[in-house]
């Protein structure tokens, strides 16, 4: 079937909350606590400087995604641009990225789950298991409805956000931003390399681009919009958290001494007591599920949109006839999701992924590049990144930067992953497939439009 067979049925309003609700998750309701613990009240700027790093790559591949408005997002664009071995590297990458973090958010709710309802850890294990399974029962029926219900839950999440930044006016302790810079500059970056992924969410709605309408105008003002409505959120809700907390609570308040999983609700006991604590441990369990139901409907377009290029087998391409959505896609990402969910430590692994992440967006901002200087007849964006070549340039060597703060374990199985990736290319994707991108187009000097390696090589 041909990328036609989707449906586009996405409009700007439920773009941009698909969106902002792949960054509402463990970015506000679990991250802050760990940054603080990094960085103390600094961490307000390295949620900043997070977005600094984040904002060349939503750049590059908003203007990509008006180029290519297909399902794969990062891996399209870095196939296209590097060819078909950094393409499945990115693929795979990227798609275990996002489902590891949809894992997460929805074992991660539990923290917050305990301090309203009285359930044993391993209950709150089966209550992460019968959300994942709504969740990919959401993304088999349809993204109309999947980024309908995404839109209603983003904006009440939102409001409650709102509500507690507002409230906290009223009682937070400034005493508590000082000392601001607790660990020096170097604090500030760690924190900043933990905190990343808050933003990753930001380019996710790229990869379901066919099922969006009239993505040259829609697919940049989601992005850049949802981004700069998180950024503000991001500081103003974190500030919050720091002002209303205990810091001895923020830093040692989780299991074992660890650092809070649970910040926000830990700050909403100032304002309103045991019924502030539930109120936003409702908010968070939503937010959290919110998050990974975009996880499920941006990662399972990967194996789609590689599986039409022959990097992975042609039942991933399957367009369920009654729904219109990547059925077998959207089972494989949910059949690893609840086995994750099941067996696996989650948070250790979300670092790994993370660290993987910050690598991937790094490599989006040298696709862009690619492209602009291949020149290519097939390459017509209708959105323009500003600031070719010194923001990619910038983005791609903050990137690396923060990557070297995530740790040698992250970094280890980021690796772990690209030689993995490069396996199943060479295994599979290599005798099926002959492009090579504009990378290629500027190695062997082509311009014409069938070498390119950059049009769809949609099957038949």
Do not use: C
């Not at 839950?153 to 508590?176: E, F, K, M, Q």
């Not at 599979?428 to 062997?444: E, K, Q, S």
């Amino acid at each position: 079937m041909g990328q036609h067979d989707l449906n586009r049925s996405l409009g700007l309003y439920p773009t941009m909350m698909i969106s902002m609700g792949a960054m509402i998750g463990s970015g506000i309701f679990v991250l802050p606590a760990l940054g603080y613990k990094k960085a103390g009240p600094a961490v307000i700027l390295a949620y900043v400087l997070a977005a600094l790093v984040v904002l060349p790559a939503a750049l590059s591949k908003a203007e990509m995604a008006t180029a290519m408005p297909e399902s794969g997002g990062t891996y399209l664009y870095i196939d296209r641009a590097l060819g078909p071995l950094f393409g499945t590297i990115a693929g795979i990458g990227a798609w275990f990225s996002l489902v590891f973090k949809s894992s997460f958010a929805l074992v991660g709710l539990g923290a917050y789950l305990l301090l309203f309802a009285p359930l044993s850890q391993g209950a709150v294990v089966y209550v992460a298991l019968t959300l994942a399974v709504l969740v990919v029962a959401l993304n088999v029926s349809g993204t109309k409805m999947s980024g309908g219900i995404q839109a209603v839950i983003v904006t009440l999440v939102v409001a409650g956000l709102l509500a507690y930044v507002v409230n906290s006016g009223l009682v937070i302790d400034t005493a508590r931003y000082t000392p601001f810079t607790t660990h020096g500059s170097e604090g500030i970056v760690t924190a900043a390399a933990f905190v990343f992924v808050s933003y990753a969410g930001v380019t996710k709605i790229a990869s379901v681009a066919e099922e969006v309408k009239d993505p040259s105008r829609n697919l940049p003002r989601a992005m850049l919009g949802s981004m700069g409505i998180m950024t503000v959120l991001y500081v103003a809700v974190v500030g919050a958290i720091i002002g209303l907390s205990d810091p001895e609570v923020l830093k040692t308040g989780g299991p074992g001494g660890t650092a809070s999983l649970t910040p926000m609700a830990d700050g909403a006991s100032a304002l309103l007591g045991g019924a502030g604590v539930a109120f936003i441990s409702v908010i968070a369990v939503v937010a959290l599920t919110s998050m990974a139901n975009a996880g499920v409907l941006s990662s399972s377009r990967f194996p789609l949109a590689m599986s039409r290029d022959d990097l992975l087998p042609p039942a991933l391409r399957t367009i369920d006839e009654r729904f219109k959505t990547p059925r077998n896609s959207v089972l494989l990402t949910g059949i690893v999701l609840l086995l994750l969910i099941a067996f696996v430590p989650v948070i250790e692994l979300a670092k790994l992924a993370s660290a993987f992440q910050i690598l991937v967006f790094s490599i989006i901002n040298v696709s862009l590049i690619a492209f602009r200087e291949a020149d290519v007849p097939s390459y017509q964006p209708e959105f323009t990144a500003p600031g070719y070549p010194f923001v990619q340039i910038f983005g791609f060597v903050a990137g690396i930067a923060l990557l070297t703060q995530m740790g040698t374990v992250p970094i280890l199985g980021a690796g772990a992953i690209i030689v993995g990736s490069a396996l199943v290319y060479l295994a599979y994707g290599r005798p099926r497939t002959d492009r090579t991108g504009a990378l290629g187009t500027i190695l062997h000097g082509r311009r014409d439009e069938e070498d390119d390696g950059i049009a769809s090589t949609e099957p038949e």
